[in-house]
């Protein structure tokens, strides 16, 4: 029995040290391979700066350089012009908006200004939303009162 039991300890120690050994070589493999994109990273900006110096005195790059930001204004300036005509197409349709509310409006106050009352005592109005309900002033009794 004994000897079953360390047997079974050292194989239980052998998969514990392979999963260990697993688990560094992965880790490692992991930063081997963020090791290698900075170090791409760190070449790839060594190589634009000695580019850049040995360009920096050209004649058409300081052109270059002072030209593009008027590039930029002239972008910009475009935008403007863009968001003005769409402001102004907004006011058109408000104004437009606001004249066929009013109309409505008009419209509303003068059915409510026709509406008379009906013979079981209800009215016909416009509520706001321009739905049309039946007011009724009928009573508790009113209502009981077939029940009776």
Known sequence: MGHLEAQRDER???????????????????????????DMAVRCIQRNVRRFLSVRDWPWWRLLVRVSPLL??????????????ELEAMKQRLERLETERAGLKRDKDKLEAKAEPRADGAVVRLSRNFDVKLIADLSYRTLLSPLR
């Open 12 to 38: 239980l120690q052998d998969r514990v040290v392979r999963l260990q050994a697993r688990c560094r070589g992965y880790l490692a493999r992991k930063h081997l391979a963020k090791l290698k994109v900075q």
């Open 72 to 85: 930029n204004v002239h972008r910009t300036e475009e935008q403007l012009r863009a968001r003005t005509e």
